[in-house]
């Protein structure tokens, strides 16, 4: 059974950096597309990052780009988030999510999309406060 753990959500104040862990129990990490998304209270939960499955091939929004780095560690099964700049308006609950194709193209319509992810975390809050 595929199980997706996160941890390193806290509260920060505007301008720190936090770095968020993604275990994933049950498969090899750098076997699918690994994604994070957050979800703000009252808003859709949306886009933050995404490791294509193939090769090294990263994306990432535009509110977090050049702030936000994503990263896979194969051989400790673990993608992480490290956050910088951090901005109030970052603060979100923060879920690692995985698929389970293999999609022969990598699109920015695949990636950005939650449905098309099948497993996902429980979450981890992270609160910016200015």
């Known amino acids: 059974q595929v199980q997706l753990v996160e941890s390193g959500g806290g509260m920060v104040q505007d301008g720190d950096s936090l770095k968020l862990s993604c275990v994933v129990y049950g498969r090899p990490i750098a076997s699918y597309t690994m994604a994070w998304f957050r979800q703000s209270p009252g808003k859709e939960r949306e886009f933050v990052a995404a490791?294509?499955?193939?090769?090294?091939?990263?994306y990432y929004a535009d509110s977090v780009k050049g702030r936000f780095t994503i990263a896979r560690d194969n051989g400790k099964n673990t993608m992480s988030l490290e956050m910088t700049s951090l901005k109030p308006e970052d603060t979100a609950v923060y879920y690692c999510?995985?698929?389970?194709?293999?999609?022969?193209?990598?699109?920015?319509?695949?990636?950005?999309?939650?449905?098309?992810?099948?497993?996902w975390g429980q979450g981890t809050q992270v609160t910016v406060s200015s």
């Open positions: 490791w294509w499955w193939r090769g090294t091939t990263t």
């Open positions: 999510a995985t698929d389970t194709q293999h999609p022969t193209n990598f699109r920015i319509a695949y990636v950005t999309a939650s449905r098309e992810y099948d497993y």
